[in-house]
């Protein structure tokens, strides 16, 4: 609940301060005098038409990925979602609109146990998608939306390319938000969160309700907070302390609850306070209260004078609030790490980034600053590379006759758009209210990073002491190097956890789709662990630290230590959830890598091709052809690194098939066609799909990690996802792969596209013993034996016309004949007949697994007597001439879709003899599929047979025909044996079964254990 109970209640009882909108009728409307910035961003003044919003990108993941597509399950449909963003940004920009997009780039450790809870939430969810997938293989419902992998970074790049202002925060999210925004004069705020709320924004907006409509309008809400203010007849200057009342992550809810339980006697103690009854306490509450100005009094009137910890936690907390205001916002200052007072709450007296600056005065930044500045650029970030990079990412999305983004670049440099250093597009100050200029420097990024590394005296960044060693040290990083690396995070053209390592020496990585306990595929966090060793090796130069304590060694024989360097890393497991950071060290690379410092900066050749060759060398991919473009096309290089990185591991993960799927996916013409992809319709969807997506862009965000850290030897363009990627098409390929007799149905025919996945496999397994992984087998006979290692693989049911893979098919196709042993007898698993009496009455096609609505599994047409083939076949055995069953223990086995199969006790009933006369006929009902051991037969009469009684003791193995008598209606008893030697009748469709003597109409339905079923 907390503070974010307030948006909800805004929603459903403001019902006034709930306004539906169109802001291209907005856009049309705005026509004022935008003066300079308040921090004197620009000298004159400016005619401003446009109508500038900031989003806030964390609270509109799903709108800008595109709305709820349902496939998101499946890896990311990212042409999709290029698609709708380019349109999105056209319409946008076509109609005098400006958006600035913010997305949280920092650790943000004052938030921590928001951020935990987050992710347990999310990952109850996956579990639910999981079981979901597993039952039905279809799509979740949108309920259980959570952000595909690597979307921040889709999206980042996506946007990039779009000429979209994209910023990435680096302290406190919410107070960088509301400072940008007032600071450049921007019109309103655009996201879903209740701290915008209480920080009074001059206009905000929903990004939940944001919809792009086929009519040409873009609609959502916007919330009046002067009719939120009458609605709850609460004076604006007192929501500071109502919303530190609600609980935010400086004063929990759980410091709260005796305050929340005086106020609401009435209520249950052992359950939570409705929100809406808690928020109107709480507003009469603060009603009530004489004056505001002294925080010390009210807190003592809330807490008690026992209460000064939480009394000092609310202060805080409304002096937070009071920061996002516009009378407040100037005194916001990062924080400080290892400050002993609460982050982001210091009055400007006290605040240390504030020494040798006058109280009360915000602080200056570089206007004159070019945003081409070389401290931007890396040294691949050249001219002609760009232009080069640009032609082959047009060549890449044209090829097949499709283009999926639209070329912003063939207008003057000298007009309305500027050339930005990343080799995108960025508005310029001439017709923007709010230029690139600014954007790393309106929260002065250089002043923050200038007092941490104050903090650095004694070359120490942050120390942790794991178990049973020493305090261990992260090296002073260069100046040069950390003053790019902040300029490049808050432009987003680099991936966030490089300054995160740099600045504070740990990462968080969330939760993925997987399962919580991995069965059959490794952690995505612990697959692509080795991979950011070395990337940690690289951004902390340990080969330079090891190289100089070599040369002191040698020059003055004196040995010294290499401190060992330490990164936390937040990972998700079932056993800690994120209590505490795994501690992980950093793992040298093998051979001289260049310091880091030349990795960015350095433009000499044998420079870059360091910058290549420690890139592959993170991934694992340092051999000759997976540079040569013949077999490995540019941008295919991140894909082909993360597949042969995956294939490396000495774990086999990948199956031969599925590696075919992902290649033949990245060479298809339908990977660019937006339109194919949203009208095709996958028939299934599995788990172990579903999961493999979820690595393989897990593991392309690392890949971007490391190519970042390296200098970028891999242009940005060649690095965007939808270039060689697209979750959808993905399964398709991978459930055609499943049935394909060879790579040519795969790739529906075309040998073009046949001869580049062959080369793309030959560099990615080129020096490798590749080990696929094989699938799970169930062991035929085995009481224990089940369909649960299939159910996660695979759906139980499939719509006709699905084959199910041969991977995962009890025999699957190549594969050597295997006979298996029920009871002493020999089951073939090439098919078989069923004889009675020297007569074949059924007979039954190979044995190629248990799971339905297979390709080669169906049951022959010629099957017509045995009943109990019917789903998955019979347990009957041949053995000679006769038919010989067997006891066979059966366990209690409950799969969706698969029936259930549990135990029932069968009377036995005591049979007589008697003889049938020629001229009788006897008449035998089907027998139903009974619930017991063994097999069992079902007379006319509803009495149970056990087959086992009708075989006399000790002629188990004997050819002679059992003596098999059963009831008729009349209640006479009939010798089967006289049936069977009667003459053969033509009319019937028994006689023509191999010739053998007449057989009555009698349908006999076996029933065993299911385990061991064809």
Not at 428 to 456: G, H, L
Not at 979 to 1001: A, E, F, R, V
């Amino acid at each position: 609940m907390g503070i974010q109970s307030l948006q909800q209640f805004i929603e459903t009882h403001c019902p006034g301060a709930c306004v539906p909108v169109d802001l291209l009728k907005i856009a049309r409307s705005v026509g004022v005098r935008c003066v300079g910035g308040v921090r004197g961003h620009f000298r004159n003044q400016l005619l401003c038409n446009r109508l500038c919003l900031v989003v806030d990108g964390e609270c509109c993941l799903d709108r800008l990925y595109g709305g709820f597509f349902s496939d998101w399950v499946c890896g990311g449909q990212w042409n999709r979602m290029v698609q709708f963003i380019s349109v999105l940004i056209k319409t946008i920009q076509s109609n005098n609109i400006e958006l600035a997009v913010f997305f949280n780039g920092g650790l943000e450790q004052h938030r921590m146990k928001e951020w935990v809870k987050k992710q347990q939430s999310d990952r109850k969810k996956v579990n639910q998608v999981l079981r979901h997938v597993a039952l039905k293989a279809t799509p979740p419902p949108k309920v259980w939306w959570i952000p595909p992998v690597c979307l921040r970074t889709c999206l980042r790049m996506a946007l990039r390319h779009l000429n979209v202002t994209v910023v990435c925060t680096i302290d406190d999210h919410h107070q960088e938000v509301i400072a940008f925004c007032r600071e450049n004069n921007f019109h309103g705020i655009m996201a879903e969160d209740a701290e915008y709320a209480i920080f009074d924004p001059p206009r905000y907006f929903s990004s939940e309700q944001l919809k792009l409509t086929y009519k040409g309008s873009l609609e959502t809400k916007e919330f009046i907070l002067d009719e939120v203010a009458k609605t709850l007849n609460l004076h604006p200057n007192r929501f500071c302390v109502f919303a530190a009342l609600l609980g935010n992550y400086l004063l929990s809810e759980e410091d709260l609850t005796p305050f929340y339980h005086v106020l609401c006697p009435d209520q249950p103690k052992e359950k939570p306070i409705p929100a809406e009854i808690l928020i109107k306490a709480v507003v009469e509450f603060v009603r009530s209260i004489p004056s505001v100005e002294n925080l010390d009094a009210v807190g003592t009137q809330i807490f008690g004078a026992v209460g000064q910890n939480k009394i000092n936690k609310f202060k805080h907390c409304v002096q937070y609030y009071l920061n996002g205001t516009k009378d407040g916002f100037l005194h916001y200052h990062p924080a400080i790490e290892g400050h002993k007072e609460e982050p982001g709450c210091y009055p400007v007296d006290r605040h240390p980034l504030t020494s040798g600056h006058q109280q009360g005065k915000p602080l200056k930044c570089d206007v004159k600053k070019n945003s081409t500045n070389s401290s931007v650029k890396f040294a691949s970030e050249t001219e002609e590379s760009e232009q080069s990079t640009l032609s082959a990412y047009h060549q890449a999305t044209t090829q097949y006759g499709t283009e999926i983004t639209k070329d912003s670049t063939n207008q003057d440099s000298s007009g309305s758009l500027s050339r930005n250093v990343n080799g995108g597009l960025l508005p310029s100050p001439s017709t923007s209210s709010c230029s690139s200029d600014s954007i790393s420097n309106c929260y002065s990024p250089e002043i923050a990073w200038a007092s941490k590394q104050k903090n650095k005296q004694n070359s120490v960044d942050s120390k942790v002491t794991p178990t049973g060693t020493t305090s261990i040290e992260i090296p002073r990083i260069s100046p040069e190097v950390m003053r790019t690396a902040s300029e490049r995070h808050q432009k987003g053209l680099m991936s966030p956890w490089i300054y995160q390592l740099l600045s504070q020496g740990e990462i968080k990585l969330p939760v993925m789709i997987e399962e919580e306990v991995p069965r059959d595929l490794p952690p995505g966090a612990l697959l692509f662990r080795p991979l950011r060793q070395l990337v940690y090796a690289i951004v902390f130069n340990l080969h330079h630290m090891q190289f100089m304590a070599k040369q002191k060694k040698e020059k003055e024989g004196k040995e010294e230590k290499v401190p060992d360097i330490i990164v936390k890393e937040w990972i998700w497991s079932k056993h800690k959830q994120y209590s505490s950071p795994d501690l992980v060290p950093a793992v040298s690379l093998g051979w001289a890598v260049p310091t880091i410092q030349r990795l960015w900066f350095g433009v000499s050749p044998d420079e870059k091709k360091r910058r290549m060759r420690a890139f592959l060398t993170c991934m694992r991919s340092d051999s000759p052809l997976m540079l040569n473009t013949a077999y490995v096309p540019q941008h295919m290089l991140i894909m082909c690194c993360v597949l042969r990185y995956i294939m490396s591991d000495e774990r086999p993960i990948l199956r031969k098939q599925e590696l075919d799927a992902f290649l033949a996916q990245g060479v298809s013409p339908h990977l660019m066609n937006a339109q194919f992809t949203q009208t095709v319709q996958l028939p299934v969807i599995t788990n172990r799909g579903v999961e493999l997506a979820a690595i393989f862009m897990q593991g392309v965000e690392c890949a971007l990690f490391a190519n970042d850290a390296c200098g970028a030897p891999v242009p940005w363009l060649m690095c965007c996802p939808w270039l060689f990627f697209d979750g959808k098409l993905f399964h398709q390929k991978l459930l055609k792969a499943s049935g394909a007799k060879n790579l040519v149905d795969i790739c529906d025919g075309q040998l073009d596209q046949v001869s580049s996945v062959e080369r793309m496999r030959a560099a990615i397994l080129e020096g490798l013993n590749p080990q696929f992984s094989r699938p799970p087998l169930i062991p035929m006979g085995h009481p224990g034996s089940n369909l649960s290692n299939y159910s996660r693989s695979y759906p139980p049911m499939l719509p006709p016309g699905v084959h199910i893979p041969a991977s995962n098919r009890g025999r699957g196709r190549g594969s050597p004949v295997r006979a298996s042993t029920v009871a002493g007898r020999r089951m073939i698993s090439h098919g078989g007949q069923l004889e009675v009496g020297g007569v074949v009455v059924g007979s039954w096609g190979p044995n190629y697994g248990q799971l339905p609505h297979s390709r080669n599994s169906s049951v022959p047409s010629h099957v017509s007597t045995m009943a109990g083939i019917r789903r998955y076949g019979t347990l009957a055995t041949p053995v000679g001439r006769g038919l010989t069953y067997r006891r066979i223990p059966t366990t209690k086995i409950r799969n969706p879709g698969l029936g259930v199969f549990s135990k029932k006790k069968q009377k036995n009933k005591k049979i007589g003899k008697e003889k049938l006369s020629d001229s009788e006929t006897p008449d035998v009902s089907p027998v139903k599929l009974p619930l017991g051991r063994g097999c069992t037969l079902e007379t006319s009469d509803s009495q149970t047979i056990q087959v086992s009684q009708l075989i006399p003791p000790g002629d188990d193995d004997t050819t002679d025909s059992p003596l098999v008598e059963v009831q008729d209606k009349s209640g006479k008893y009939e010798n089967t044996n006289e049936i069977m030697n009667q003459k053969s009748d033509t009319s019937s469709p028994y006689g023509q079964l191999n010739n053998g003597p007449y057989q009555p109409p009698v349908d006999l339905e076996i029933q065993g254990d299911r385990d061991h079923c064809p």
